[in-house]
């Protein structure tokens, strides 16, 4: 009887295990996608990223750096201050209304071949909003001015 007992704890010991196992490698195929690091375009120019790995750039769109191409691509600059890199926007939408030259601005995309292809812009939603992370990267590099209110 207590060999049937233990036997049993046993089991459900390990269907515990891979129970948690399961569960861990979907938390981890869940995340995949889903965590997208920022770096600055000091960062970048400092440290190249992998050509497939998915990331956001953040910073200043650059006075004077945007060319319009065919349908809604355009290509334009990204700045912190101390780095500049080249993006081109290879998504499907138009560029945001507020999306301008001297604006803050996050792209998510991939840096290759010294240019970042960005398919997604986020830009920001009002006249004095500018995301925190890119707030945080122009402070360090010393070129953040406050938004006249």
Request: aromatic residues 10%; proline residues 5%; negative net charge.
């Amino acid at each position: 009887m207590k060999s049937l007992k233990k036997q049993r704890r046993i089991q459900v010991v390990a269907a515990a295990a891979v129970a948690m196992v399961i569960a861990v490698a979907l938390i981890g195929y869940g995340f995949n996608d889903g965590i997208n690091l920022y770096r600055s375009p000091t960062q970048v120019s400092e440290v190249a990223p992998e050509p497939e790995e998915f990331f956001q750039l953040g910073g200043l769109v650059k006075e004077g750096s945007m060319t319009m191409g065919e349908g809604v691509a355009f290509d334009f600059v990204i700045t912190d201050g101390v780095a500049e890199i080249p993006v081109s926007y290879v998504g499907n939408d138009p560029k945001p209304d507020l999306f301008s030259e001297g604006q803050g601005t996050i792209a998510k995309g991939w840096y290759r071949e010294g240019r970042f292809e960005a398919r997604e812009l986020l830009a920001k939603h009002d006249e004095t909003y500018m995301p925190k992370e890119v707030v945080d990267t122009l402070k360090a590099s010393g070129v953040y001015q406050e938004p006249d209110s």
